[in-house]
């Protein structure tokens, strides 16, 4: 067993890379999203890597997967109390890491080694990192002008028909060295794209200089995760944003958001009628149950993910060897 590499955002990203922790350990590294990060009452706020390092700790709430279980929400309505009209309800718990972060990139440490410093404290044997220690930011072209995505998520709920996207900073935007050192393992086995939505959440990852490049140097498996079942997406806009962006909303067309990146696709057993449309563009398909709705089940989800890796690899070490 080598190394893997996913790259991940979101709640259901965040569960299948608890999956492939569960059989990885210490031999998983998750590059993040930040492309969403913002600021709140002048603190940073990293929702996806927050996300993942409550799922990964075991300390997500089972109904909102982005904060901590039993969270409390005393300060946001004491805030509303005294005339704040900051829109989101963040809860007590959710304060924490944004404090802690916030104080530590005031004294120069990188948010890599922020986040790293996280994983130990809550017992992550996983390395969870950021995509980039630069600032990128996720900006939605709509009918009404450009938003940042936070904008569109919680003042604009969305609303907006969406043009494009833009992922401000990521052309100048430099991979962490912690990042480099994963993605460059003599063990490398696989590189993972989680189910998530491709446009805000993954997208922002490959934008960063450097990195679809780099993952298609590695020459390893590149296996993604459908984030569509059943025609619809199961959280999220990314149904509606893959609309009103001219596509059809399929496992297909997710997949075509990948293409010439990735060698192997999972869809759900939903979608099985699909699978040859999308093995005609050259992209290798597992048809698996992909809905997530236990720890055993990520699990699983991840076996097929690094089953189907295994067969690819072996597959390209035949090719060569003729």
Request: proline share 5%.
């Amino acid at each position: 067993m080598g190394t893997v590499v996913a790259l991940s955002g979101q709640v259901g990203g965040a569960k299948l890379a608890d999956g492939l922790r569960r059989l990885r350990g210490k031999d998983l590294a998750v590059i993040v999203n930040t492309g969403d990060d913002h600021e709140v009452f002048g603190l940073a706020f990293s929702p996806d890597i927050d996300t993942m390092l409550y799922t990964l700790a075991g300390i997500a709430s089972p109904a909102a997967g982005w904060e901590p279980a039993g969270e409390t929400y005393v300060l946001h309505d004491m805030l509303h109390r005294l005339g704040s009209e900051h829109r989101v309800r963040v809860g007590d718990r959710s304060f924490a890491l944004p404090l802690l972060r916030t104080e530590a990139l005031r004294q120069e440490y990188p948010l890599s080694q922020v986040t790293l410093r996280f994983c130990k404290t809550l017992g992550i044997d996983a390395r969870v990192l950021p995509m980039s220690n630069d600032p990128v930011r996720t900006v939605v072209v709509t009918e009404y002008g450009h938003v940042s995505y936070h904008e569109y998520l919680t003042e604009l709920e969305c609303g907006p028909v969406v043009k494009s996207f833009l992922y401000a900073g990521a052309d100048v935007a430099r991979i962490p060295d912690e990042v480099l050192e994963a993605l460059y393992a003599p063990d490398l086995e696989a590189i993972v794209l989680c189910p998530a939505n491709p446009y805000h959440t993954i997208q922002p990852i490959l934008a960063v200089h450097g990195m679809r490049e780099l993952l298609l140097e590695r020459g390893v498996p590149v296996i993604a995760v459908s984030p569509i079942v059943g025609d619809r997406a199961l959280r999220g806009a990314a149904g509606k944003m893959m609309q009103e962006l001219g596509h059809e909303v399929s496992a297909r067309r997710a997949a075509l958001e990948y293409y010439r990146l990735i060698d192997g696709f999972v869809i759900d057993s939903l979608d099985e009628a699909a699978a040859d449309g999308i093995r005609s563009c050259g992209i290798e398909v597992a048809v698996a149950p992909t809905i997530m709705h236990s720890e055993e089940d990520g699990v699983a989800l991840a076996q097929v993910v690094l089953d189907l890796a295994r067969q690819l690899r072996a597959r390209k070490e035949a090719e060569r060897s003729v």
